[in-house]
């Protein structure tokens, strides 16, 4: 069997995408841990930031010697970088045999096939407006993960004004909820207890699509699957977030206590010039109306500082923001130009140094808050779902919480918890996780 080496980069988006390209390829490839070793290399790549797309050249950068050395192995980019750059690819990389957008990725056997016929480089970048993937279900055989992810619908039509997503996703399309629901089925045969569901934009599933359900209904569809425990999403934006889904929250038990709410700034002059479509204030009552209807909701966000024209006192506002809605995490980023993105031509572009300056303020401030409600954990019992022995400490076991906190844990020895459900008492906090002792299984893995 021939061997493929794949390295993922960015979102959950992506790592989906390449769960989906190694099942494509098993039967004729097995995966590797060595680029050295491997008859096929492919990057899949983020270009949501310019940094995840400076990481992705210099990696494909590296690989020049390997084809120099052994030119019969093939070496492609696929995902966003690829969508957006291109032709423009082989031309910076020659050793590229691949270009493959992200929509393309189905095709992978026929065009690897087309490539060795003809040994010819191959850009597939077409992105056809009614595309919407296929079922597609790795066999997870003896690996027995606890969880997966499943996408439910792609692409973007916000076009927030710093984002490159609409660009290189193409527009919102949903995906059939009777393939959704067949492919969680699947997963859960294979003994997957947790799913999450993708999109850019999941409280806008169906609304373009005759006859879809809502998301909230699609919510209610997918807990009715029997064995399967929990259910996650991810990415919600603000102004589609629903009554009727927050309610879901209080309504639908297998779903977790957790919201993914990106704010992305607290200036109303900021959310205007990034085209978010809210205020700071319609964002506030969202939340509070939230936790009214699920008190013990856990919230994220993402964040980003020096968006051009963001002042002190622009700045300040999302300090605020994040202290009035005191979220358990937050991923907060330097704003970058992205190619077609409307913000790269906005003047007053912030310098690097007060970005780095405003994002390490950013940080010291949750790093406190985040303790803090890390602390409150502490003398309580959680439930855990356990993905298995801690990778740092083999000796405890680890899992998250319905409210997504890492917790690692003791348990007397000899119990086998991969995949149960339990109860955990918290007994101390670490810097990203809970610490806690195993108290009872709730159900069995
Ligand atoms: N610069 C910085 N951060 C960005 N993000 C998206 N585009 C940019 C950009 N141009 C961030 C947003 C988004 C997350 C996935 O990445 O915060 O929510
Ligand atoms: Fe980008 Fe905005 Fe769409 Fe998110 S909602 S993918 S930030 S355009």
Redesign the pocket.
């Known amino acids: 069997m021939k061997k493929v080496y794949l390295r993922t980069f960015g979102c959950q988006m992506n790592e989906y995408d390449s769960e989906r390209l190694l099942a494509l390829l098993s039967g004729e490839y097995v995966p590797c841990q060595a680029p050295e070793e491997a008859d096929l290399i492919l990057i899949n790549t983020c270009s ?1 930031r310019r940094k995840a797309e400076e990481k992705v050249y210099s990696m494909a950068g590296r690989f020049k010697h390997l084809k120099a050395r052994r030119p019969e192995i093939i070496i492609g980019i696929c995902g966003c970088v690829a969508q957006q750059e291109g032709e423009r690819l082989l031309k910076r990389f020659p050793h590229l045999d691949l270009v493959l957008g992200p929509q393309n990725i189905y095709r992978i056997r026929e065009i690897l096939e087309e490539i060795e016929r003809t040994r010819r480089p191959q850009v597939r970048v077409e992105m056809e407006s009614g595309f919407r993937p296929p079922v597609v279900v790795p066999s997870l055989d003896g690996k027995r993960p606890i969880k997966a992810q499943v996408t439910i619908m792609q692409g ?5 004004s ?5 660009y290189v ?1 193409g527009r919102e399309i949903s995906r059939p909820p009777e393939d959704i629901l067949r492919e969680i089925e699947c997963l859960v045969r294979q003994g997957v207890r947790e799913v999450t569901l993708l999109g ?2 999941v409280n806008s599933y169906g609304k373009k699509e005759k006859g879809f359900p809502s998301f909230a209904e699609l919510l209610r569809m997918v807990a009715e699957i029997p064995d399967l425990w929990r259910i996650r999403f991810t ?1 919600s ?1 603000p102004r589609d977030l629903s009554e009727d889904l927050m309610r879901a929250f209080a309504e639908v038990k297998k779903l977790c206590e957790h919201l993914h709410l ?1 704010v ?1 700034s607290g200036s109303n002059r900021i959310l205007r010039r990034m ?2 479509g809210y205020t700071r204030e319609e964002y506030l009552e969202k939340i509070r109306r939230l936790r009214e209807i699920c008190p013990e909701i856990a919230l994220t966000t ?1 964040i980003i500082v020096g968006f051009p024209g963001e002042t002190e006192e622009d700045f300040a506002e999302t300090l605020f923001l994040l202290e009035e809605v005191r979220y358990d995490e937050i991923f907060s980023f330097k704003y970058s130009d992205r190619p077609y993105a409307r913000a790269r031509e906005f003047p007053e572009k912030v310098p690097e140094e007060v970005k780095a300056e405003r994002l390490s303020r950013v940080h010291t401030l949750q790093a406190r808050i985040t303790e803090e409600i890390n602390r409150s954990y502490i003398g309580r019992e959680v439930e855990v779902l356990v993905e298995g022995p801690s990778e740092t400490r083999p000796e405890l076991w680890t899992g998250r919480t319905r409210t997504n906190h890492v917790v690692n844990f003791s348990a007397p020895p000899g119990l086998d918890l991969k995949g149960a459900l339990v109860y955990v008492f918290i007994k101390d906090t670490g810097k990203h996780s809970l610490r806690g002792e195993y108290r009872r299984t709730i159900q069995g893995p």
């Open positions: 949501v973007c039509d916000n076009f927030c710093y984002c490159v997503v609409p996703r850019q934009n990415t934006h990106p992305q085209n978010r993402d």
